[in-house]
């Protein structure tokens, strides 16, 4: 079994600070408490060469760490890579390969203009479909659109995660945006790909997240809290979203999330605390349907009904997720694995869960290309 | 224990097929004999993004092999990527995450000028240095002179590593090049870095490899023959050269060897066939010495003496090593595998060692910065 037992943070946002300083600014604190026990540096990054012109960068962050001499890799499966890169060290120290590794998850991106990001985005689509001109924004749209009308959801219920997840986002002290937004403000905002609006879309960001991770029974016998991961699950689904049977699910999400919980023990309405992939606000009700959480077509009536909320049955997001903490795409997986990790160990401050036991998490690569979900439990 | 039980080439050269059908061409056979068992993809691949314009490798590849629903990842580490890789799929399976894994190596690089390509690669330094002008090929020339004036080294020992790996790639029909090179022609060739010569360096070339990997359980009840991983090691340097005590050794190289030996419990006197990082001739020399096969200083007479060659004592890059075969960079690492799984099966053709048992591999990153060795035997 490996745990989580510490878990660091950079401010998201538009940084001036270039991607290995961002990297090294979530990392350092925990180099210094664990430097001489780190055996293995994992980097979740996806864009390093496109956005910042560099390549090799765990080794170029590893030296800036002044770990030079302790082996590192980069892993990338787009926004999905910190869901991957949890997956790589998990199996890292289940197989005995290192002990006690530090993974680290960073994006530059602000760097471009964002229609300039949005097309270097765009580059992990089917390529027929990117000839096509679709985008992932474009993608959100379509799916809003065939939910709302499969299932009679309200076009407010989608605004409301963009809501909901803003006031999360105030309550964050390393989220991208940190202040409220209305319905109203939503409703009204510049329309980027209809019927979607600006606030209902994560904004491009910078930023890194680290996490340290370790067997449980190093764990054991260190003074500090720390989080197991009980189960972990990946799928894929096609990269042609022409191809897929359904726009109001995605598979990827559906077996990855069957797989972790089968491999826990732990069924859905054991979860106390789940954070999921919100790149555009739809995606957090259809996934949420396809964790298992909801029924499909219901996800959209927990939302109305404040299920989701901090102070809700199932809080979903608490951090703010990618809508308003922000999606540096290396670091949003390893984020999500952070913030479960405050939360179980009760240490996310003004927006604590109470009683957060059992949690989840849902990475996901491109469209739903590509899902890695894994399920937290047991601070001890 | 993880095991390597098929491989599959793509020639190495000059390509007009994009990255995706690259790397289908050498995935696409095993994927027509093992897909219903493979259920995890790994692509050791650094430059796509950079050469190709796409994200998500990953995905479109397992797309193209009509593998969508099985989950993958891309694995980066710069040249190093194909070793890395490895040792993720060695993780995978040891700790029981996956079963039988696909890993795919892979890079297309020809499409930009050598100069352009040279600074892409270059990105990889530590920044005041590539702001000073270094390259690798730079690097390279630094440590032929400090070896040869160290150790009173011939200078045409180090154009003989270039003579033995173009007579060995004229062996292996995937080869880049398939053609001899005499003596008189490496030294009168031109210089690409004071003192090393055109053919002292691996071409550009494009190229995908393919290898399956499972526990030793599931391969043992399959009839064909496999190649177990006896032990892995990873090391890391510095990315600051000159940072480094020395420049006519690597650390990363020797530490990750004797991690790898030690972990197998094999000694470098026991290794019949082993492939190194020889990006520039120079580095076979160094790399062999520092890995434990040679005394420090002595790997260039090991060189005149032919004990190098296929028939020598310790057969070096049989295959032709990078600099016959070609470099695209994240296939290179996968393909020095997929010769040592050749090599020990008796399946190397016109190259095979006589009674290959034993093997080792070394795949680098940047100059050192990073390496990861492996020691396969046992074939069944």
Same mark, same amino acid.
Request: hydrophobic share 40%; with cysteine.
């Given at each position: 079994?490996?745990?989580?037992?510490?878990?660091?943070?950079?401010?998201?946002?538009?940084?001036?600070?270039?991607?290995?300083?961002?990297? &090294?600014?979530?990392?350092?604190?925990?180099?210094?408490?664990?430097?001489?026990?780190? +055996?293995?540096?994992?980097?979740?990054?996806?864009?390093?060469?496109?956005?910042?012109?560099?390549?090799?960068?765990?080794?170029?962050?590893?030296?800036?760490?002044?770990? +030079?001499?302790?082996?590192?890799?980069?892993? +990338?499966?787009?926004?999905?890579?910190?869901?991957?890169?949890?997956? =790589?060290?998990?199996?890292?120290?289940?197989?005995?390969?290192?002990?006690?590794?530090?993974?680290?998850?960073?994006?530059? =991106?602000?760097?471009?203009?964002?229609?300039?990001?949005?097309?270097?985005?765009?580059?992990?689509?089917?390529?027929?479909?990117?000839?096509?001109?679709?985008?992932?924004?474009?993608?959100?749209?379509?799916?809003?659109?065939?939910?709302?009308?499969?299932?009679? %959801?309200?076009?407010?219920?989608? &605004?409301?995660?963009?809501?909901?997840?803003?006031?999360?986002?105030?309550?964050?002290?390393?989220?991208?945006?940190?202040?409220?937004?209305?319905?109203?403000?939503?409703?009204?905002?510049?329309?980027?790909? +209809?019927?979607?609006?600006?606030?209902?879309?994560?904004?491009?960001?910078?930023?890194?997240?680290?996490? =340290?991770?370790?067997?449980?029974?190093?764990?054991?016998?260190?003074?500090?809290?720390?989080?197991?991961?009980?189960?972990?699950?990946?799928?894929?689904?096609?990269?042609?979203?022409?191809?897929?049977?359904?726009?109001?699910?995605?598979?990827?999400?559906?077996?990855?999330?069957?797989? &972790?919980?089968?491999?826990?023990?732990?069924?859905?309405?054991?979860?106390?605390?789940?954070?999921?992939?919100?790149?555009?606000?739809?995606?957090?009700?259809?996934?949420?349907?396809?964790?298992?959480?909801?029924?499909?077509?219901?996800?959209?009536? &927990?939302?109305?009904?404040?299920?989701?909320?901090?102070?809700?049955?199932?809080?979903?997001?608490?951090?703010?997720?990618?809508?308003?903490?922000?999606?540096?795409?290396?670091?949003?997986?390893?984020?999500?694995? %952070?913030?479960?990790?405050?939360?179980?160990?009760?240490?996310?401050?003004?927006?604590?869960?109470?009683?957060?036991?059992?949690?989840?998490?849902?990475?996901?690569?491109?469209?739903?290309?590509?899902?890695?979900?894994?399920?937290?439990?047991?601070?001890?």
């Amino acid at each position: 079994m490996s745990v989580i037992f510490d878990a660091s943070f950079s401010r998201f946002g538009k940084r001036v600070e270039g991607i290995i300083d961002l990297s &090294a600014e979530s990392a350092l604190p925990l180099v210094r408490k664990y430097g001489k026990d780190i +055996d293995f540096i994992i980097v979740s990054n996806s864009y390093s060469g496109e956005y910042n012109g560099i390549s090799g960068i765990n080794n170029l962050v590893s030296t800036r760490l002044s770990l +030079d001499s302790i082996p590192s890799v980069r892993v +990338d499966n787009t926004s999905g890579s910190g869901g991957s890169a949890i997956l =790589m060290a998990h199996s890292m120290i289940e197989a005995g390969v290192a002990q006690n590794i530090l993974v680290i998850g960073a994006e530059k =991106m602000t760097s471009y203009p964002t229609r300039k990001s949005t097309s270097i985005i765009a580059s992990l689509l089917h390529p027929e479909e990117r000839a096509a001109g679709l985008s992932l924004p474009s993608l959100a749209a379509f799916m809003t659109k065939a939910y709302l009308q499969e299932f009679g %959801a309200p076009r407010e219920s989608v &605004a409301r995660i963009a809501v909901k997840n803003h006031h999360n986002g105030s309550l964050n002290p390393y989220a991208h945006f940190q202040s409220e937004v209305s319905l109203d403000e939503v409703m009204n905002s510049r329309i980027i790909a +209809d019927p979607l609006r600006i606030y209902e879309f994560c904004p491009v960001s910078d930023g890194s997240v680290s996490i =340290m991770m370790t067997s449980e029974e190093n764990a054991s016998s260190m003074s500090g809290n720390y989080v197991e991961i009980l189960g972990t699950g990946a799928a894929s689904g096609t990269s042609s979203i022409s191809a897929r049977q359904s726009l109001t699910s995605i598979e990827s999400v559906k077996r990855a999330s069957e797989l &972790a919980f089968r491999r826990s023990g732990v069924k859905p309405s054991y979860v106390d605390v789940a954070e999921l992939h919100d790149m555009a606000a739809i995606l957090e009700i259809v996934e949420s349907e396809d964790a298992g959480f909801f029924r499909k077509g219901h996800g959209w009536e &927990a939302v109305m009904n404040g299920e989701t909320e901090i102070t809700g049955s199932l809080p979903i997001n608490a951090s703010g997720g990618l809508n308003s903490k922000g999606h540096p795409i290396g670091a949003s997986g390893v984020a999500q694995a %952070a913030e479960i990790f405050l939360q179980i160990t009760g240490g996310a401050g003004r927006r604590q869960v109470k009683d957060a036991r059992i949690g989840f998490s849902l990475s996901m690569a491109g469209f739903g290309n590509n899902a890695t979900a894994v399920v937290y439990g047991g601070a001890s």
